[in-house]
């Protein structure tokens, strides 16, 4: 269903920690799961992906999780900098038929890193 | 360069009028996508394509609608149904196939009605 009228949660968290964000999906039958980085202004560029096979991946100083018993994927950032700083959005990759490369976003976390 | 240019940048629109949003890509991609994104809020899908000359409903057709006579061009027309068609339009592309999953945005266009 539509999210009018929901804003975003907020993670604020000080340079250097690492930072862990939540996304909830609802797919089962999705192939793919998929973190993107949104800066203000921009659209969003592709940060680390997981295929449904699997339970972790890691890349530059970002490892996702995937949990599909209760439908969870979290994506941990390393040594937080103020770059980092930026709107997150989950994406659920569809797997087959109509649905194939279907990429449907879920609900972001604005992370803001404090120097 | 290759990459997926989105026009015009800001666009602003009477009550009543529909207005079309260019998007092109030069990258071979099959697929392209369209969202809607409103102030603090996440990524609506609104339609998308997988290959030309066929497009699927998105979670937030009504209102929109798309074509996909080339490869490259996907334009979006926000027609005099979408009730409140202010916001930020966001158009995608990305390659269909095992293991490709990164989709490439446009810079995005914000539409206005006034």
């Known amino acids: 269903g539509e999210s009018v009228g929901l804003h975003l949660p907020t993670l604020s968290v000080q340079e250097g920690d690492n930072s862990i964000i939540n996304c909830a999906y609802s797919?089962?039958?999705?192939?793919?799961f998929i973190w993107y980085k949104q800066e203000s202004g921009k659209g969003p560029q592709f940060i680390i992906d997981?295929?449904?096979?699997?339970d972790k991946r890691q890349g530059q100083r970002v490892t996702v999780l995937l949990n599909k018993t209760v439908k969870h994927l979290s994506l941990q950032i390393a040594a937080t900098q103020p770059g980092d700083s930026a709107v997150y959005f989950c994406a659920e990759k569809g797997a087959g038929g109509t649905s194939y490369g279907k990429l449907t976003f879920g609900q972001g976390t604005i992370l803001t890193v404090h120097p | 360069d290759g990459g997926i240019t989105q026009s015009p940048k800001y666009l602003f629109r009477k009550e009543g009028q529909n207005v079309t949003l260019s998007c092109e890509q030069n990258?071979?991609?099959?697929?392209m996508y369209w969202y809607r994104q409103d102030p603090g809020q996440g990524l609506r899908l609104i339609y998308y394509s997988q290959i030309v000359n066929d497009f699927q409903k998105g979670d937030i057709a009504e209102g929109y609608s798309v074509s996909r006579e080339k490869k490259e061009s996907f334009p979006l027309t926000v027609t005099s149904a979408q009730k409140n068609p202010t916001a930020f339009y966001l158009c995608a592309s990305s390659i269909l196939g095992p293991g490709h999953t990164e989709a490439f945005f446009g810079q995005g266009t914000r539409l206005t009605v006034v």
């Open positions: 797919n089962s039958a999705s192939d793919y």
């Open positions: 997981i295929r449904s096979n699997m």
């Open positions: 990258l071979n991609h099959d697929a």
